[in-house]
């Protein structure tokens, strides 16, 4: 499968935006996506997860909240509501797939993501 982040751009701190995720290729009903971001200088982290269905959904302490995870597998899309954000939310963010939903994993870094699609930029500015 091929994933294409996009939505990215500058917002004020407390304002919003919608990342999406576009998939190719494959039908991404056979896959377990995920949101993971990058801040400058730093390594990149788990931020949201959604099953194959997206009857369970898994978020980082430090989006909960805040972070909306959803997908459309009839449209071959994912998306991340984003609210409130603030400068630490500043980064690169990228969707990724794999085959496995990897449950408290995705708390503790035991994941392997399969399939990773190119970033899209957000920016936060105090």
């Known amino acids: 499968v091929q994933l294409q982040a996009s939505g990215g751009g500058l917002v004020q701190t407390g304002g919003s935006l919608r990342l999406s995720c576009t998939a190719s290729?494959?039908?991404?009903?056979?896959?377990?996506l995920a949101w993971f971001r990058q801040a400058p200088g730093k390594e990149r982290g788990f931020v949201a997860a959604?099953?194959?269905?997206?009857?369970?959904?898994y978020y980082a302490d430090s989006v909960k909240g805040r972070f909306t995870m959803s997908r459309d597998n009839a449209k071959n899309m994912v998306y991340l509501e984003m609210i409130t954000l603030k400068p630490e939310d500043t980064g690169v963010y990228y969707c990724?797939?794999?085959?496995?939903?990897?449950?408290?994993?995705?708390?503790?870094?035991?994941?392997?993501?399969?399939?990773w699609g190119k970033g899209t930029l957000v920016t936060v500015s105090s």
């Open positions: 290729r494959r039908p991404i009903k056979a896959y377990v």
């Open positions: 959604i099953s194959w269905s997206g009857n369970s959904t």
């Open positions: 990724a797939a794999d085959v496995r939903n990897y449950g408290s994993g995705w708390y503790q870094g035991e994941y392997d993501m399969g399939y």
